[in-house]
Every structure is written in C-alpha cells, then in structure tokens.
C-alpha cells in the first residue's frame, strides 16, 4: 500500500521549481542502408533498418518510464528521420508507441559528424545537433535534459532538481583510471592533448556523454566550444570522434563549466564479462544508463508495452528494487543469462545471414 502511494504522489505532483515543465530530449540518428555502422552494445548487426528499430526499443522504454512519473514532462525525439518507409515493420509500429506518449519529433541533420571517416560510434556526436535543434526552438533559460536513447528513469523529480541546483552543465563524470583506453584515447592522452592548446591538467575528468542538464543556453554554448575546439584540433591534425572525448578536453581546458550529476544518475554495465567499475549503490540513482541491456532486458520491455502489456512494467519501475531485477542490475539470475546468450547468439546467426542475402541481391 504504502508503495503504491508513492507512485500516486510521483505522478500527481508534477516537478516545476520554476513553473516549467521539465523537457527530456533523446536523439537518434538514423543510417542509410549500406552505411558501414559498429556499435557493439547495440546487439544489432543486420544493418541500418534492425539497428534503427534497436534504437527505438530503447527511445519508447524510456519515454514510458518518464511518462508515468511525470505527466507533464515535454518528451522530444530529435532525429534526421526522413519517412517511416525506411524502418523495418517492427521499426514503424515502435515509432508509432513513442508517438502515442506524446513524444513529438524534431528533425535535425548530422552537421556534427566526425572530420574523419569512422564506423565505430559514428553517431556520438549527433548530441550537438540535438542541442541545436531543440535551443532553437525554447526560451535561452529553458531547462533541458539530453539523454541518451538506453536510459531509464526510476526518480525524474529527483533528478531535475539536483540538476536544476547546481549552475552548470550536469553530466556523468566516469572514473575511468587516466591510463585507460576509452573510445581510442586515455584521459592522460587528452591532457597532453589539451596542454599544447592552453592551460589543462594532467588527466581532466571523463565527461559521459549520456546525460547533459543545463539551460538552452549554456547547452548551445557546449556546441559552440565543441565547434572551435574541433577547428583547433583540425589544425593540429587530430580529430576526437566522439563527442565525451570533446567535451572531457573542453572540460579539462575551462571552456565549459561541468557538474557531476554522479549522486543521481549513473552508467551501469550490467552481465556477467563487463569488467567495469560501477556506481556503488544503483537502486540509489534516480537515472540508470544500461547500455548492455539494448536487445536484452530493454528489448523484453519495449515488447511488452508493444503488445499492450504495459502494468507490470509500469509496476517494475515504481520500485528500484524490482526495476533492478528487469533491467539486471541487481545480477543476472542463471536462467536469464542463459536465455540472453542463446538470443545472442541467436541475433548474431539471423543478422549474419540477413547481410549475406543481402550482399547477394546487390550483386
């Protein structure tokens, strides 16, 4: 009882310290059929369209998770979507759900691509176009939440006022040792990066690109340093491929002035081979990044909001405790982890042989 009146007071009492509504942006760039395209979370690899309809199993999971904790929420979709005719049939019947929450779709084209041709991530800095899309169009002071598509939201009040406190632009700073490797260059590489450009320390702090909170304002002027920042890295030759190695090297350089929204918002590898470090207490965080849950527990979500069972999902996601054990954060049970790895395997044989014929019939 006392849990199912908390769920009625999350979803009656809508977050508004300043009396607007809070607005969630997700971003999703759609490639064209033939794109040589890697994202190895993704779970997908039967191109462009499968990986598209991936994508939007997450976008209509976590646009649900927002829309039954806060009503009000402004939801945006900005993608450079042309015509549903491009998505798979799975593709266009999650599009239409994520339209039926009363998510509304912003175009926007990819003038952020990396300088350089790469597969791998190739989408990671489409974040900026998003900023721009969406700055464009609300008040300079207008609250703003970028999200990567694979989160999901356990306490959005919570998060939007620890956001709203802190004067800077919120993000997911990650402990990454500074020797480590992540997406190609270690936070020592891009310290040294940043001091032949000016004053930078050492080892700046990791940005995670998966949550940014700011005004629409401070958010432009992200895009705006991450511009100037790339014409400086042009000219020495270098190019950053993804946009947490821009922003942890405009961090570290003191061109834009970041947060840590750690305390309510974490990246959490989940599964049995990740070897990360994760936050130490997840069913704390009111925002939960699983990217290793995209095509698993994600997947099983979005089916059941897909088929109209949507109350025990709802239910799971009222409680940190029983939304850890969907979304495996609390550990994978045997039985699970031994049905995620048939489907994987699975998933990899089917999307195999989808390239194949598909190779085949272009020839």
């Known amino acids: 009882m006392a849990e199912a009146a908390e769920q009625a007071r999350h979803e009656q009492e809508p977050w508004s310290p300043a009396g607007a509504r809070p607005c969630v942006v997700q971003y999703l760039y759609i490639h064209e059929a033939g794109e040589q395209l890697s994202y190895p979370s993704s779970r997908s690899s039967g191109g462009a369209a499968r990986l598209a309809a991936r994508y939007l199993e997450c976008v209509l999971v976590q646009a649900a998770s927002l829309r039954w904790r806060v009503p009000d929420c402004e939801l945006l ?153 790339d014409e400086q890295l042009a000219d020495l030759g270098v190019s950053l491929d993804t946009e947490e ?15 840590d929204l750690s305390a309510v918002a974490g990246r959490i590898w989940t599964g049995r081979r990740h070897g990360a470090s994760n936050p130490p207490d997840p069913q704390a965080l009111a925002l939960w990044h699983v990217p290793s849950e995209k095509g698993l527990s994600i997947r099983r979500a979005a089916n059941a909001l897909l088929r109209g069972r949507a109350e025990r999902v709802r239910r799971d996601l009222s409680s940190s405790a029983r939304a850890a054990v969907r979304f495996n954060v609390a550990g994978v049970r045997r039985s699970r982890s031994l049905r995620d790895d048939s489907w994987i395997v699975l998933s990899r044989v089917r999307d195999a042989v989808a390239l194949r014929l598909a190779g085949r019939a272009a020839r």
């Open 245 to 259: 190695q821009l922003m942890t090297l405009a961090g570290g350089l003191g061109r834009v002035q970041f947060t």
């Open 77 to 229: 979709l900005v993608s450079n979507l042309a015509s549903p005719d491009s998505l798979t049939r799975r593709g266009r019947a999650l599009l239409a759900r994520i339209l039926a929450l009363g998510v509304e779709l912003v175009p926007a084209d990819y003038r952020h691509a990396p300088r350089e041709p790469v597969s791998k991530f190739y989408s990671s800095r489409y974040v900026l176009d998003a900023i721009d899309a969406v700055a464009a169009r609300v008040e300079p002071d207008r609250q703003l939440w970028l999200v990567d598509v694979d989160c999901v939201w356990l306490d959005p009040q919570a998060a939007f006022a620890a956001a709203a406190a802190t004067g800077a632009i919120g993000t997911v700073q990650i402990g990454y040792p500074p020797d480590w490797k992540a997406c190609g260059y270690t936070r020592e590489e891009l310290g040294g990066l940043g001091q032949r450009l000016g004053d930078c320390p050492p080892a700046p702090a990791w940005i995670g690109g998966e949550v940014l909170a700011g005004t629409a304002a401070e958010l432009r002027e992200l895009a705006r340093a991450c511009e100037r920042l």
